[in-house]
């Protein structure tokens, strides 16, 4: 036990410390053990809804029996009040909680662990609408076409708004990385990376972005923690928790927070690029030994490059979201691709791929022995955090799936026509732009272009047609066909939607 101990040293999560074995080896026996040692009085379940967020139960443990009861059997819920597709006469679900998910509440002042559940139906099936089920299958169908693993990393970008100090002032949209003191909220931030890594997520890094800027005595800053690639159920459960982190700590100390889209016009809005890659038996095959893009990778590209019409009403699901997705704002707005190039839709950003060894460089005695063509990903730049991120890599991975159904002949010409070593805004390229595809601008286009493309969706059962139905009615009921060019003279106007969606996600 002492080794094993040793081994979950580093890891962030108590429970893994504690027990000295990994999150996904825990068992109800762990999970019992772990709360008599650490004295814990109370278990959350926590399980995300139609609307992208975490809902929670909370148990007050009274016995060794309701204990047993409460984690092999989980509890009722009214499934009508979470899902709008599911009626109020056939509402029951179940909630059953995930051992592997455990952690402990790092804001309760009552001692608490925390589970994240999946739903299962009046049979004790799972149930086939729940978002998380649906990015399951998603992965599975993709595993048993084209023979590989999908795992996504996901950024996560937000605004921090707080009181404005009056000293070091920052400059206005140059916030990239900035330092204290000219950025006032990294300190939260790094607070917010502590407690997320002690939920488990995985964390690459954190920074300040480039929004900043000034309004009514408050200071608005934009932060961005991107996490280190996982299988996509992983990785979801992470940024859905991840939020939560986020806007919690940030009640807490006073603050505000938002991953709303766009809050302001000439102001950077919030993404929520998906990085994504392809894995085998362990490995990185998203470039090959070479260091050259692999023909599976483009064969995804020509999936991604075939549906992203209809991926924006996934991962663009308010008005809001199409304010964003405007030119010159490092936001998208054609369908194509490219490597490093900040103005495609899908983008490699810059790789190892120089075969040099630049650590032995500046440090002279040691010599890097890692395979780091390895840590090649590609990103998906449209989304926004009005997303609900199990359907949002449910449907990239729909689309990475339809690059292998189709022949590779006719993927690789997919792929060879919507790619861009430009910036395709710049006016010499005014022709090269003119032959590319463009977006959809509003929710209303994205509803008809999921329409057109449900087929893709709904094949091989992994999303329901319900689901589907309520998403382009919902998408529909905005009603904003030409809103954004109609709010570039109202500013009252403008500001009340903003206000509206303040909080999505």
């Not at 056939?90 to 998910?101: E, G, M, N, W």
């Not at 102001?267 to 599976?296: C, Y």
């Not at 609900?388 to 060879?416: D, H, P």
């Not at 463009?438 to 929710?443: D, G, I, Q, S």
């Amino acid at each position: 036990m002492e080794n094993n101990k040793n081994t979950f040293s580093m890891s962030r999560n108590h429970i893994e410390r504690t027990l000295g074995k990994s999150a996904a080896d825990f068992t109800r026996a762990d999970i019992i053990d772990y709360i008599r040692q650490e004295g814990i009085e109370m278990v959350n379940f926590m399980y995300a809804a139609a609307d992208g967020r975490l809902k929670t139960l909370n148990f007050v443990i009274n016995s060794l029996d309701y204990l047993e009861t409460i984690l092999s059997t989980g509890e009722r819920v009214d499934g009508s009040s979470l899902f709008p597709f599911i009626e109020a006469g056939k509402s029951d679900l179940y909630v059953i909680p995930r051992y592997a998910s455990a952690f402990r509440d790092p804001f309760a002042e009552i001692p608490t662990l925390t589970l994240l559940c999946s739903y299962f139906d009046k049979d004790g099936n799972p149930l086939d609408s729940d978002p998380r089920r649906v990015l399951e299958r998603a992965c599975k169908e993709f595993t048993e076409v084209s023979g590989l693993e999908f795992e996504c990393m996901g950024e996560l970008e937000f605004y921090v708004i707080g009181s404005d100090p009056g000293t070091f002032p920052a400059t206005d949209q140059k916030g990239y990385h900035e330092s204290a003191p000219f950025a006032k909220f990294n300190d939260f931030r790094t607070k917010a990376m502590s407690l997320i890594a002690s939920t488990g997520g995985q964390i690459k890094y954190g920074h300040s972005e480039v929004g900043n800027f000034k309004h009514n005595s408050l200071i608005y800053e934009q932060n961005e923690i991107e996490f280190l690639p996982n299988p996509a159920l992983k990785a979801a459960d992470q940024l859905l928790l991840a939020k939560w982190i986020i806007r919690t700590l940030a009640a807490k100390e006073g603050l505000d927070v938002t991953f709303a889209p766009k809050i302001t016009v000439g102001k950077a809005g919030s993404g929520f690029h998906i990085h994504m890659r392809l894995m085998k038996d362990g490995q990185n095959v998203t470039q090959t030994a070479d260091r050259k893009l692999s023909d599976d990778a483009r064969r995804v590209i020509a999936g991604l490059m075939t549906l992203a019409p209809s991926i924006t009403a996934f991962g663009n699901t308010n008005p809001t979201s199409y304010l964003r997705l405007v030119p010159h704002q490092e936001a998208p707005t054609n369908i194509c691709w490219g490597d490093r190039n900040r103005s495609v839709l899908v983008r490699f950003p810059l790789g190892w791929t120089s075969g040099k060894d630049m650590c032995v460089q500046v440090n002279p005695s040691d010599r890097c022995e890692m395979e780091t063509y390895a840590k090649q990903t590609f990103e998906m730049r449209s989304p926004d955090c009005s997303a609900n991120v199990y359907e949002l890599m449910a449907a990239l991975c729909v689309a990475a799936r339809l690059g292998f159904e189709m022949s590779k002949e006719e993927a690789l010409k997919i792929a060879k026509n919507t790619y861009v070593d430009v910036n395709i805004h710049a006016k010499e390229n005014a022709s090269k732009l003119a032959k590319l595809a463009t977006l959809p601008t509003c929710c209303v286009e994205s509803a008809d272009c999921l329409e057109k493309h449900r087929d893709f969706y709904e094949k091989r059962n992994v999303f329901a047609p319900a689901m589907i139905d309520s998403l382009i009615a919902a998408l529909r009921s905005f009603d904003d066909k030409n809103l954004a060019a109609q709010l570039k003279s109202d500013p009252i106007e403008l500001q009340k939607l903003v206000n509206r969606f303040f909080y999505c996600g």
